[in-house]
């Protein structure tokens, strides 16, 4: 595959993955951050010459885009869907509602090991705000939500995980990205929030978690209230 300095995605994060895996993150995030425009039509020839790729991992690269919805594919090739704000809204709801379902498990489980997780990874954070690394730092935090999610051992929550990372990773690395150049103050705010997360964890207090969450997720304060009602009403149930 091509090296060319011109890729988006950091080639680190998913060195030991499939040439096809490789080529969709970085469509992906070329589609999401509007370089490959929507309705842009993609041909499986041309990607394949633009990476020095034979057609095999563009054609897997593209299943991929295409089970995400990012893309459609046809007969005259890959139309590019990309993201509408709904599509992001509707992400952070499931991103939202994952995170409640888990902060209730994790009321009911030992958290010791999962507290010195969570600090060793918000110190890498701290690490990547003195070197201004946007990209370490964007690591790091999505590192730091899916040791939380792994942490209560549910598969059916961490498919869901899995399946909406990929576009929440590209989300959260364009977005630090332009906090690095445009807004770099607030990635103090973000790690202060990361400090709260641990606390409601260590504590395993609702009230410190909703803190957090309406941090973390704006314009959701409502949201969160209703979900967290809606939990503690399906644990009530499930224990009756």
């Not at 995400?68 to 046809?74: A, G, Q, T, V």
């Not at 991103?95 to 090991?113: H, Q």
Request: with cysteine.
């Amino acid at each position: 595959m091509s090296k060319s300095s011109e890729f988006m995605y950091p080639s680190k994060w998913n060195a030991n993955a499939s040439t096809g895996v490789r080529l969709a993150c970085e469509l992906r995030l070329r589609i999401i951050s509007g370089v490959i425009q929507q309705g842009s039509v993609l041909s499986e020839n041309k990607l394949a010459a633009d990476f020095e790729v034979s057609r095999s991992p563009i054609r897997e690269a593209l299943k991929i885009l295409a089970s995400e919805n990012i893309i459609r594919l046809e007969r005259m090739g890959a139309v590019v869907v990309g993201l509408s704000d709904q599509d992001i809204k509707e992400i952070y709801d499931v991103r939202l509602l994952i995170e409640t379902f888990v902060y209730e498990r994790i009321l009911k489980i030992d958290t010791s090991e999962l507290v010195r997780e969570l600090s060793k990874i918000r110190e890498m954070m701290e690490v990547a705000i003195k070197y201004k690394d946007a990209d370490e730092f964007s690591y790091q935090d999505v590192l730091f939500h899916e040791t939380i999610i792994r942490s209560i051992n549910h598969s059916y929550i961490l498919l869901i995980w899995n399946n909406t990372k990929p576009v929440m990773e590209s989300l959260i690395l364009l977005s630090m990205r332009v906090r690095l150049e445009e807004k770099s103050d607030d990635f103090l705010r973000i790690l202060k929030n990361h400090e709260i997360y641990i606390k409601a964890i260590e504590t395993k207090d609702r009230e410190i978690m909703i803190q957090a969450l309406h941090q973390n997720f704006e314009d959701v304060q409502g949201t969160v209230e209703d979900l967290w009602m809606s939990q503690q009403m399906l644990t009530t149930e499930r224990e009756q």
